[in-house]
């Protein structure tokens, strides 16, 4: 079939069943701009490029599906670099389309020309530059299949301006084959075998949940596997939702903030099995000290986890899917009840030290403390939101609070901690899962990074609602300037004369200030169940720690307490 | 402790930044990287050296450059049977008084001069690093101007090649 390089895009976005992109027209892409207007392809506009990709990280993460990206040349690219990198961090499967200048004018320093490729090579998990018509078929099968196989990522592809414009006979290939690129699904059996041979002996063991268990929907096999054997779990901050607050064995999230049981467990296990986490240094803690008591045993698609941060005595290559299988029927060998028989002293243990210490705060104050917040909204919620965050302080109180219920529920940049993610991921999660219940978490500083996103929300009638943290403060930098460096409060007071209630209402949606503890509930529960966009400036106190906190290149249960 | 691993890679543009990228991104110790074409049009291949402390160290090498999507195959020729060599291009002071020593030294070496001028002569030496440094050493005495190295490329010995181990 003869078209032209604008519609073959066009073509091969419909045959990897894209519904819809988010895109920032220029000059680079007007001609496939043009082939979208006449195609009526869903198209969604934010107001910045920044908000382009995040929104299709965001649309990613709540579906599962591959987001999709489009914007131009020269600085619509550039302004992706911090969307790429946080979906690179955290393994979101995204295509990112952007325009080229004409290949008679790349290298020249040409008008609106960067090299994206060139600088996006170490936060992509491939990228292509097309100069030919003839390549974008190909490469465009090539970076959905790159981007949603073995360990997800982002994947971009750069496409000189007149190859959009160039015609070819347009043929989809039916398969891959790229001889570099076979992600291991089925890993070695034996690897499993061992690790149940390790279950048989060990008295403490750990289970220890990460983004890859809801990245590759393998929670529902996860419950399963900890129900039948009672051994006591805990997550990583991108494991969230991977196992209901209220399960039994669940013992919360560890780390930096994590609880005091979940920590302690660390250092007192004697088999730690780590599933889809990278043992990021925010969750060790002092590496060298982390699980010191313990083997360890680690389970992922990317070897190249394996020994990256974290010594493992097992591996246990391969997708989640198969393994978590293997794994399911091995231990159903023996009678659940002996397994939960031979855990019960260590899962007594840890529900001790929860009940002993477990996540408080000040709830007598008749100030609006953060916590209460969160722990109102998940209420009114049950549980069963999509929230998504910004970064710093409310990132950390939503974690601790929110009683999460389902996988790909919290959406939150983990690995970047990038500030000005919430409010355009909360839109792409939005569009991606109309019936469901959107919450931006943010704090005051990143409400702004990516404010003007709430235009995009109101053109839309975006149900999201957007609930700002209001301290006053770069809280968490705050934070640490309180703790570890004399209260020098150094540009991280942000009080502002700007009215949020009023730059929202500018914007196009609905707001509303809450100063009152008697207040919060009933508006809370208005605000969640409207039907449209809404923002909520709550003002809480200006110096409320996140706590428990284990101070950076700390053992983990040297934790500083709150209470 | 250096290891030297044959990297085969796609022909194809970009290639080689991705593995740069990463290996400066990573802070990967590399000693010397060197490509070339092969038996196969389509396939590159990298010999690169690599100075990891431990075993955990080379397996992320290998991993993180097993991950990108062109690299085809990494073997660590290290442990096995193999020929590395280097060629390096040294041009020396060649007064005429020290022609004759000079000379000599290369025919030692069996390297070979492959220009001379009234200042000058060009040696032409192929040999493991060892080889290459010692013989730089001796011809430091006559002054040298200038050095070029290709970096160590290697091959293992045996029938079997590197895309079927
Ligand atoms: C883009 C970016 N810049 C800077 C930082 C460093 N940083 C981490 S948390 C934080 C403060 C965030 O303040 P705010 O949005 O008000 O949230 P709070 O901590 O007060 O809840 C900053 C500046 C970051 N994570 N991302
Ligand atoms: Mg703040």
Same mark, same amino acid.
């Given at each position: ?563 | ?40 049009? &389509?396939?590159?291949?990298? @010999?690169?050296? %690599? !100075?990891?402390?431990? /075993? ?8 993180? $450059? ?48 492959? &220009?001379?001028?009234?200042? @000058?002569?060009? %040696? !032409?030496?192929?040999? /493991? ?8 050493? $001796? ?27």
């Amino acid at each position: 079939m003869k078209m032209t390089g604008a519609q073959a895009v066009i073509e091969c976005l419909k045959r990897e069943g894209v519904e819809v992109v988010f895109g920032y027209p220029g000059g680079a892409v007007l001609t496939l701009y043009d082939e979208l207007y006449m195609a009526n392809f869903p198209h969604i506009l934010p107001k910045h490029e920044q908000g382009a990709i995040h929104a299709a990280d965001g649309y990613a993460r709540a579906t599962g599906k591959v987001g999709v990206c489009i914007a131009t040349s020269g600085p619509g690219a550039t302004n992706l670099i911090t969307g790429i990198a946080t979906a690179y961090m955290d393994s979101i499967p995204v295509v990112v389309i952007t325009g080229q200048v004409a290949v008679s004018l790349i290298g020249r320093d040409s008008f609106q020309e960067a090299d994206i490729r060139g600088i996006t090579t170490p936060i992509t998990k491939h990228n292509y530059l097309i100069k030919d018509v003839k390549d974008l078929p190909k490469a465009m099968k090539e970076a959905f299949h790159i981007a949603r196989s073995g360990r997800p990522g982002p994947v971009l592809v750069d496409i000189s301006k007149n190859v959009f414009a160039a015609e070819l006979d347009f043929e989809y290939p039916q398969a891959i084959s790229l001889r570099g690129y076979n992600p291991v699904y089925e890993g070695d059996p034996d690897s499993v075998d061992a690790v149940y041979k390790e279950l048989l002996k060990a008295e403490k063991p750990l289970f220890f949940v990460g983004g890859g268990v809801n990245l590759s929907d393998t929670s529902e096999i996860m419950r399963k596997i900890i129900a039948y054997t009672g051994i006591p779990t805990v997550t990583s901050l991108m494991g969230l939702g991977c196992i209901a607050e209220d399960d039994p064995n669940y013992f919360g999230m560890i780390g930096m903030h994590g609880t005091y049981a979940g920590n302690l467990s660390t250092t007192e296990t004697d088999l730690l099995i780590g599933l889809g986490v990278r043992f990021d240094d925010r969750v060790t803690g002092l590496l060298n000290e982390f699980a010191a008591k313990a083997k360890i045993v680690h389970f992922d698609i990317d070897a190249a986890e394996v020994n990256k941060n974290v010594r493992s005595h097992i591996k246990v290559i391969g997708n989640l899917e198969w393994s978590l299988d293997q794994l399911y029927r091995k231990i159903k060998e023996r009678p659940d009840t002996e397994w939960k028989e031979q855990y019960r002293p260590w899962k007594e243990k840890m529900v001790t030290w929860m009940k002993e210490k477990p996540l408080v705060y000040n709830k007598e104050t008749q100030r609006i403390l953060p916590q209460a917040v969160i722990e109102k909204i998940s209420e009114i919620t049950r549980g069963n939101a999509v929230i998504v965050t910004d970064v710093g302080q409310h990132q950390m109180w939503t974690a601790q609070f929110y009683q999460f219920k389902q996988p790909r529920s919290f959406l939150t940049s983990g690995g970047l901690g990038t500030m000005g993610y919430g409010l355009p991921a909360a839109m792409g999660a939005q569009v991606g899962t109309p019936g469901k219940k959107v919450i931006c978490i943010c704090g005051d500083g990143g409400f702004m990074m990516n404010c003007q996103e709430l235009m995009a929300v109101a053109d839309l009638n975006l149900p999201v609602k957007v609930i700002i943290l209001n301290n006053g403060y770069l809280g968490m930098v705050a934070q640490w300037q309180r703790t570890f460096y004399n209260q020098h409060y150094a540009h991280s007071c942000i009080k502002t004369k700007t009215d949020f209630v009023k730059l929202s209402e500018a914007m196009g949606v609905p707001a509303i200030r809450l100063e009152n503890k008697e207040d919060l509930e009933t508006a809370l529960e208005k605000v969640i169940a409207s039907d449209s966009p809404y923002l909520v400036d709550i003002r809480i106190p200006e110096d409320e720690d996140v706590l428990p906190m284990v101070p950076s290149g700390a053992r983990l249960d040297q934790m500083i307490m709150g209470g | 402790m250096k290891h030297t691993l044959a990297v085969l890679v796609e022909n194809k543009p970009g290639v080689l930044t991705h593995i740069s990228g990463l290996i400066s991104r990573r802070a990967f110790n590399i000693e010397s990287i060197a490509a070339g074409y092969t038996e196969e049009p &389509d396939m590159t291949r990298i @010999t690169i050296v %690599v !100075e990891a402390d431990d /075993e955990y160290e080379l397996e992320q090498v290998v991993n993180q $450059l097993s991950k990108l999507i062109d690299v085809i195959k990494i073997i660590d020729l290290t442990g096995q049977d193999r020929v590395h060599r280097e060629l390096a291009l040294i041009k020396v002071t060649a007064a005429p008084e020290n022609r004759a020593e000079i000379v000599n030294i290369v025919e030692i070496f069996r390297a070979h001069i492959v &220009d001379v001028n009234k200042e @000058t002569m060009i %040696v !032409e030496l192929t040999g /493991e690093e060892m080889k290459i440094d010692a013989m730089c050493e $001796l011809l430091e005495d006559y002054g040298i101007r200038e050095i070029v190295r290709t970096g160590r490329i290697a091959i293992g010995r045996g029938p079997i090649s590197a895309k079927e181990v």
